[in-house]
């Protein structure tokens, strides 16, 4: 559930496949909502879903000790976890292809604006790096853009990361920022022309979502896009050391 100042969560989770595939899980479910403090998972079951159905969760919905300024993480499980756990609760029972989704969504006084959600577990188990092509950055007179930097980890620690910003024509560091594990970073973004507008967003130690929030001066004009890692660009082959050899390349240009 990111968290935008001046706007309002929600988030909708489905308790069904994007399509029936045999194995699929088809039980009622109970929802949890899990928060960081640097050392532990804060886990709190916050009620329950029928096979088959969804439901909204908006930030009302959360545990009261729930603080304001952390990422809230909700999940399902079959059984409870309340408690406090040094590690995040991963289950693969809703490992689908395609993926099981959910939906996040911002709220304004006048509109709203969504997207799908989910965060593969196993992006949660690893480290990582990231490097996003991101085509998706709007300008123009009275817009503004936001990169909302979604990080989850199984391990509770809360890092600090940087994350540079980097022109694709010019293979020029535009911007740097400092993200943090296990949270959602809003970083504003820097004015584009012409020429830069096309950006890498790149961590060397860190992976993570990108997601673009832009919008008008009074929020009655929003979209919200991610972009996707450069393996989403290869259909067959050995995708894995493509994506390989196209972070290498990048990070040797922006090293240069």
């Known amino acids: ?48 879903i029928a096979a088959g159905a969804s439901v909204e969760i908006d930030q009302a919905r959360l545990p009261g000790d729930c603080p304001a300024d952390v990422l809230p993480v909700l999940f ?17 029972h809703m490992e689908t292809v395609p993926a099981w989704r959910a939906n996040i969504r911002l709220r304004s006084a006048t509109t709203a604006v969504s997207y799908q959600g989910e965060y593969p577990s196993g992006m949660a188990a690893i480290g990582g790096s990231l490097l996003s092509i991101a085509p998706l950055i709007q300008t123009g007179g009275g817009i503004t853009t936001s990169l909302l930097f979604v990080n989850v980890r199984a391990q509770p620690a809360i890092d600090a990361h940087e994350l540079r910003i980097v022109s694709a024509a010019t293979r020029r560091v535009v911007q740097r920022a400092v993200i943090r594990s296990n949270r959602c970073t809003v970083v504003a973004l820097g004015a584009a022309d ?18 673009y929030f832009s919008h008008d001066d009074g929020f009655t004009q929003m979209s919200l896009e991610h972009s996707h890692p450069p393996v989403e660009m290869v259909a067959f082959g050995a995708r894995g050391a493509i994506n390989r050899s196209m972070k290498a390349a990048w990070s040797a240009a922006i090293a240069s």
């Open 1 to 48: 559930m990111p968290r935008v100042p001046g706007l309002a969560s929600e988030v909708t989770l489905v308790n069904h496949p994007s399509r029936e595939t045999d194995g699929a899980w088809r039980g009622a479910q109970i929802v949890h909502a899990a928060w960081s403090d640097g050392a532990r998972w804060h886990v709190r079951a916050i009620g329950d």
């Open 76 to 92: 399902l499980s079959p059984m409870k976890r309340d408690g406090e756990h040094t590690r995040l609760p991963a289950l693969d």
């Open 194 to 211: 012409d020429s830069e507008r096309l950006r890498i967003v790149a961590c060397d130690d860190m992976t993570g979502i990108p997601i």
